[in-house]
C-alpha cells in the first residue's frame, strides 16, 4: 500500500513537472529552443536567428514574468509588449545596434539587461515609467556619453552597470549621483579620457550631501579613469560647504574607488587647512577607505611634498 501511494505521489510531481515546464522547439526554421514554465519563457541556442521574440496566447502572456533571450535576437522585439507583466527581461548578447527602442508597455521592470547588445546611446528612460527599475546592466556596449538627464527618472534603481564602454564624458552626473535608491556605480571603462562635462559646484555637492543625509545612504563608484579631485570643487571652495555636510559627502562615498591623479597639482598651506577640516592624516591606519588613496602636492616652493594617507573621522 505505502508502494502504491509513493508511486502516485511521483506520479502526480512527474505530471505537474512535464505540465509546467516545456521544453520545445517553438519557432520553426530556427535552432531555437523553448524553455516555458507557468510564469517565465527562456530562448536557448538561437545563434542570433530571431527578428522577434515569439509570441503564446493571450493568458500565457500575462502571466509571463520573466524573459530570458541571451544571444537570440537581431532587432529590438517588436513582439516584446505582448508581455506586459514581465519583472525580469535579459536581452543580453542579442544584437539591438538601433535607434528604436520601446520599453513603455513593460512599465513594472525591476531588473533590465542590455549588455553586449551593441547599443551606442543610453535609452531615454524618462519616456518609459519603469519607475520600479532596481537593476540595469548596460555594460560592453558602444556607449561614449552616459548622460544622467536620461536616467533621473529612475528613483527605485539601485545598482547601475556601464562598465567596458568606451565612455568619454559624464553628463548631468549631479542626477545620478541623486537618485533616491542608487547604491552601486560601476563605471570601469575601456576609454582612457572619460571625464565628467562640468564639475559639480559646491552648491550641487551641498544640495546632494542634504539629499544623502535624510536617507543616511552609501554609494559605491567604481571607475578607472577618473579622480574624486576631478568632480569635487576646488579646496579655496571647501569654505562654501558646512563642515557636517562635507563629512556626509565623504562617508556616503567611502566605499567607492577612484582613479589618483594623474599629475601632482600645486597647494599651499590654506589648502591643506581646508583639506584637515575633513580629514585626518595618518601613515598607520590599516582601514582606509579603498576612496582615498595617497596624495601628494606641491607646495609654493616646489620643493617641498606633503604626503598623506587619509582617512575620515565621523
Known sequence: MCKVRQLLIFLSC?????????????????????????????LLNCSYSLPDLP?????????????????????????????????????????????????????????LNLS????????????YGLKNLQTLDLSNNQIEILDGSLLRSLNNLVTLNVENNPLKYIDYFDYILGLSSLESINL????????????????????????????????S??????SL???????????MIPLDLMKIIFQTLSNSTFTTLFSTP????????????????????????????????????GIIHALFKVHVQF
Open 55 to 111: 509570441l503564446f496566447n493571450s493568458n500565457t502572456s500575462l502571466n509571463i514574468t520573466k524573459i530570458i533571450a541571451r544571444h537570440a535576437l537581431i532587432r529590438w522585439p517588436l513582439h516584446l509588449c505582448g508581455y506586459s507583466n514581465i519583472e525580469i527581461l535579459d536581452l543580453s548578447g542579442s544584437y539591438l545596434d538601433a535607434q528604436y527602442m520601446d520599453l513603455s508597455c513593460v512599465s513594472q521592470l525591476l531588473f
Open 266 to 301: 600645486s597647494c599651499n598651506c590654506v589648502h591643506l587647512r581646508n583639506y584637515q577640516r575633513v580629514f585626518s592624516f595618518t601613515y598607520y591606519n590599516k582601514n582606509l577607505s579603498p576612496l582615498y588613496q595617497t596624495t601628494t602636492c606641491i607646495l609654493p616652493n
Open 229 to 239: 579631485q576631478s568632480i569635487f570643487p576646488n579646496p579655496d571652495q571647501f569654505q
Open 188 to 219: 570601469m571603462s575601456s576609454s582612457s579620457t572619460l571625464t565628467t562635462k562640468k564639475q559639480l559646484s559646491a552648491i550641487q555637492w551641498a544640495n546632494l550631501a542634504h539629499k544623502w543625509n535624510s536617507s543616511n545612504k552609501y554609494i
Open 14 to 42: 512527474l505530471f505537474t513537472l512535464t505540465n509546467s515546464t516545456n521544453v520545445s522547439s517553438c519557432i520553426s526554421n530556427t535552432p531555437c529552443k523553448c524553455l516555458l514554465t507557468e510564469d517565465s519563457f527562456t
Open 116 to 127: 553586449n547588445t551593441q547599443i551606442r546611446k543610453i535609452p531615454n528612460f524618462r519616456r
Open 221 to 226: 563608484i567604481r571607475t578607472n579613469t577618473f
